[in-house]
Each structure stands twice: as structure tokens, then as C-alpha cells.
């Protein structure tokens, strides 16, 4: 069983397009994450949710959208997609841990490449 | 923000020879440490984590050692074997009240040599 899973691992649009990508875990954690990888391999948080709320959100532009219907998905929606948006999107879930009862490792998804032409 | 620079370091090592893979990080509130590896096409996986609290911590053939007065954590991994090529994450995460956030080092590319 796939622990996060995400869908779909490639996509491939064109500029202006409106797409979405969807993220599941099984953990039974309480947080659930987007980053955006880009082509130099580097890892940048975009969005954090806890159990449904939204609680990071990183300079991103309004075109992004997370959406959270219950603690197990968390998805993401892109309107007005630009060139610049090509990147693999990974999703990531860890569980939320006190100081003193230690910390909760991220759990990555597969990625999804998106390639805006 | 991020801690460190915008290019990917490589590391080329021998098979069988050790390798120490450094990371920098800025936030001094940051209490727990994790290294990730990323094989292509795939999404990072947890290697070995570190407290604050500690200065080394081992796993199996993997060794992590944080160095808080300069803000640095290096990987060493042991015998490197051609499947340990990769490119290597250090993550810093600080506890929030909200939560939990990881900031992410650029990543260091290991290429292991026959």
C-alpha cells in the first residue's frame, strides 16, 4: 500500500490552462503538505494543512489553490497556468508531535511533473 | 526563507570510500534535523534525524552529526555503494504553536564511481 499516494505523476498543458492534482496518505497523520521542486532540484513549501486548516502558506501566487476536504487528501488546483509553473509538485504528511514526545518525519508522494508549453 | 545557496553541489566518490555530505542551516530555533534521499524520479525518503538535544546519532552504515554553535549538520555514510548515489536533503524543522515547518537545504547530488 502506498503510504502517499498522488495523482497524476505527469501532466502536461498549455499555458492558460486551468489543471489539478490530487494527494491521498494512509498514515493516519495530521498534516499534510505541497512543495514545489524546481529544476535545480531545490524544495520549497508552498502550503501546510492540520487536520483540514490551512496553516502555511508560503508566497505564492492567488493562482494556486489548496484544498483540503478531510485530513487524509489534500489537493491542488492551478489556474491560469504559466511557463514559469513547470516544477514537480510533491505532496509530504507527517503527524504533529509535542516538543517533549518528539517530531513527526515527512512522508513524500511520488511527485507530480508538471509541464506547462 | 531558505538557508543556503541556489545551485546543486556534486559529490563524486569511490565505491567502497566514505562520504561526508555538509549542510548549513539558519534558524537557530530549529530543534530537530532529518536528512532525506532522492532517488530520480522519486520523492525524498528519510535516511536518519537528529534532536537538538544531540551532537551525533548512527544508523546502519549513516551517521549524522550536528553542530549547533555554527549551525551545521553533515551526513557521512559509510562504504557508499553505487545505490547510495543520489541527491541528499539536510531539513531543519521548528516546532510552531500552529505546527511544524521543514526548510529544506539545496540538496547534494552523490554520484558513487566503480
Known amino acids: 500500500d502506498t503510504a502517499v499516494s498522488q495523482t497524476p505523476k505527469y501532466l502536461v498543458t498549455q499555458m492558460g490552462n486551468d489543471k489539478s492534482i490530487k494527494c491521498e496518505q494512509n498514515?493516519?497523520?495530521?498534516?499534510m503538505y505541497w512543495y514545489k521542486q524546481d529544476s535545480k532540484k531545490f524544495l520549497k513549501i508552498m502550503f501546510s494543512?492540520?487536520?483540514?486548516?490551512?496553516?502555511i502558506n508560503e508566497t505564492v501566487p492567488n493562482r494556486f489553490s489548496p484544498k483540503s476536504p478531510d485530513k487524509a487528501h489534500l489537493n491542488l488546483h492551478i489556474n491560469s497556468l504559466e511557463l514559469g509553473d513547470s516544477a514537480v509538485y510533491f505532496c509530504?504528511?507527517?503527524?504533529?508531535?509535542?516538543?517533549?514526545?518528539?517530531?513527526?518525519?515527512?512522508?513524500f508522494g511520488e511527485g507530480s511533473r508538471l509541464t506547462v508549453l | 526563507g531558505e538557508s543556503v545557496g541556489l545551485h546543486l553541489p556534486t559529490l563524486s566518490v569511490q565505491e567502497g570510500d566514505n562520504s561526508i555530505i555538509n549542510c548549513a542551516y539558519s534558524?537557530?530555533?530549529?530543534?530537530?534535523f532529518i536528512w532525506y534521499k532522492q532517488e530520480s524520479g522519486k520523492g525524498p525518503q528519510f535516511i536518519i534525524d537528529?534532536?537538538?538535544?544531540?551532537d551525533k546519532r548512527q544508523g546502519q552504515r549513516v551517521t549524522v552529526l550536528l553542530n549547533k554553535t555554527v549551525k551545521h549538520l553533515s551526513l557521512q555514510i559509510a562504504a557508499t555503494q553505487p545505490g547510495d548515489s543520489a541527491v541528499y536533503f539536510c531539513?531543519?524543522?521548528?516546532?510552531?504553536?500552529?505546527?511544524?515547518?521543514?526548510?529544506f537545504g539545496p540538496g547534494t547530488r552523490l554520484s558513487v564511481l566503480p
Open positions: 509530504a504528511s507527517s503527524q504533529t508531535r509535542g516538543r517533549l514526545v518528539g517530531t513527526g518525519e515527512l512522508f
Open positions: 531539513a531543519e524543522m521548528e516546532a510552531l504553536w500552529y505546527g511544524q515547518n521543514f526548510v
Open positions: 534558524n537557530s530555533a530549529s530543534d530537530y
Open positions: 498514515l493516519g497523520h495530521d498534516t
Open positions: 494543512y492540520n487536520n483540514k486548516e490551512l496553516i
Open positions: 537528529i534532536r537538538s538535544n544531540m
